[in-house]
Structure formats: structure tokens, C-alpha cells
């Protein structure tokens, strides 16, 4: 990805490490999200998907002790959404001033940012504003008050398919004790045929930067679908795709 930066394709180096700082956030992989969303934001603040990577930044920043830089980050989102003036722009604002903020005003804060994405079709910034403020109140021993919010975010996420939110809300669930059912799929139909094309590659020993050349993906884009497939099989190792995937669905198929 670097080289590619080097070579003019700030572009799509961007996009990657915007979609790498989504992933990581999603698996509470929080200091790996930083660094992909530090390079998305950062690096070329010009390009358009810096105000959404510094939204990444923000929630990265927040979880792995880094004040400054979630400060920092919060500025960017804030002077990229306030011209806007509309539901969305402020909505994700005040989710990112939510993460920042303690006490009473995290709290409106949160609330604002459920209302006003409630009003937009932004189901999957919805979902996670019911998550961080789900983890919010789990962090402040409201375990009932959590938990109305961690199921929907739960619910949302899954109907989604944003699965490693969904892990996320529900490894929340179970830290306030309720019990959950793991959301498992019953058959390979229920992948996408990008995700059983990326997984019977990945089911034939190929690597994912060889999967990604193939089939002209980022690595970083095939490690998002392989996650997707384990999360849908229920399986944890690419050994086991050979038993969840018997056959050949590697082919190319017609874009």
C-alpha cells in the first residue's frame, strides 16, 4: 500500500487504510485501527475520505489512551461536518463529541447523535452510536440502561452484516451478563459470491496479497471478506474453509 502512495495512487491508498481502520475498529483491534486511520487522515487531509477516517481516528484514538490524537481528530471531524448543517453531518459529530466527553454531556451527547441519525439512512453510523453508547453505559455500571442499547446494536449490525460489530456489541451483551446467542449462518448460499470466490482462493492455499492481484483487491479488502466468511461459517482458520467450502467456488466470475 505504501509504494502504491509513492506512485501517485494517494486515492486508493486512502480508501484502503480507511476500510482497514473501520475493520480494525470493529474487531476492538483499537491500535491497529489507529495507525490505518492516522495514515488515512493524516497523510492527505486533502483527499475526501479524511473527514471519515478521521471518524475512525477518533473512536481509535479514544480507546487506545491517546487524547491528543483523538483532540486532534475530533477538530478535523468537527470543521468537516459543521458546514453541512444536516442530521448526518451533526449526528456523526456528536457521536465523535461523545467519545471525547465524561458525565452528563457524554450522555446528551450519545442521545443526540441516536436522534439525529435515526432521521437518516445511515443505518450502519446508527448502529454504532447504539454501540459506543451501549459500552458507555456498561463502563458506567448502568448494565439494564447498557443493554437495551447493546441489543439493538446487536440486532442492527447483524441485519447489517457488519459482523465484527456485531462480535463486538455481543462480547458487550455478555460482559453485562445478559445471554446471547452467537448469530451463526446455516450454509455457505448465505455468503456473498465475492466472499465465496475470496474464501475457495483462500481454501486453495493462496495468500491474501495473491488473492487481492487476482482479483484486484487490497489485501487489506480480502482480510475484511475473509473475516466476514469466518464469521458466517463459524470457523476460525482458513484449515477449516476445506470442510466448510468442499468443491471449487475459486473461479473468476464476470464482473
Known sequence: ??????????????WAEWVSAILFNGLAR?????????????????????PWASTELVEAAVRSSR???ASGALERVVSATAPCNTDWSLGIQARCRALVTEGESAERL??????RLSRTRLRPELARAHLLYGEWLRRENRRVDAREQLRTAHEMLGTIGMEAFAERARN???????????????TRDDLTAQERQIAGLARDGLTNP?????????????????????TKLDIGTRRELADALPGSDSHLVPA
Open 210 to 230: 495473491e488473492i487481492g492481484a487476482r482479483l484486484f483487491l487490497s489485501p487489506r479488502t480480502v482480510e475484511w471478506h475473509l473475516h466476514n466468511v469466518f
Open 30 to 50: 483499537y491500535d491497529r485501527a489507529l495507525a490505518s486511520a492516522q495514515r488515512a487522515a493524516d497523510e492527505t487531509p486533502q483527499l475526501q475520505f479524511s
Open 1 to 14: 500500500i505504501r509504494d502504491a502512495g509513492t506512485s501517485g495512487q494517494e486515492l486508493g491508498v486512502q
Open 67 to 69: 487524547p491528543k490524537v
Open 110 to 115: 450519545y442521545r443526540e447523535a441516536i436522534e
Open 172 to 186: 458487550e451483551l455478555l460482559a453485562t451478563g445478559a445471554k446471547v446467542r452467537k448469530r451463526t449462518v446455516e
